[in-house]
């Protein structure tokens, strides 16, 4: 089993800054792509940002420019940085991690962490 850990959620004001974390432990045999979910009330849940094992990037229409995905494979910890936060950034805000075993991809998700904008 792996187990992921988030943190870095909070209140904000529109227009500041937060960074979250996703630290994973446990079977690691080798992380392959890396993300951050998110789910707004009575919304269906979107992925926001990715990254792949090569570091390759990708992200939402509505946060390009604003938020920055990151992964120090080391520590086995993917980041995200969001900028110029707005009111409709406002969800828990999950982090999602493929372990690959052999030739099977596994999902692990973290218990999310509450990000909320206010105006």
């Known amino acids: 089993q792996v187990q992921l850990v988030e943190s870095g959620g909070g209140l904000v004001q529109a227009g500041g800054s937060l960074r979250l974390s996703c630290a994973a432990s446990?079977?690691?045999?080798?992380?392959?792509?890396m993300g951050w979910y998110r789910q707004a009330p009575g919304k269906q849940r979107e992925l926001v940002a990715g990254i792949s094992s090569d570091g390759s990037t990708s992200y939402v229409d509505s946060v390009k420019g604003r938020f920055t995905i990151s992964r120090d494979n080391a520590k086995n910890t993917v980041y995200l940085q969001m900028n110029s936060l707005q009111p409709e950034d406002t969800a828990v805000y999950y982090c999602?991690?493929?372990?690959?075993?052999?030739?099977?991809?596994?999902?692990?998700w973290g218990q999310g962490t509450q990000v909320t904008v206010s105006s």
């Open positions: 999602k991690v493929v372990n690959k075993v052999l030739l099977r991809l596994d999902d692990y």
């Open positions: 446990g079977r690691i045999f080798s992380i392959n792509s």
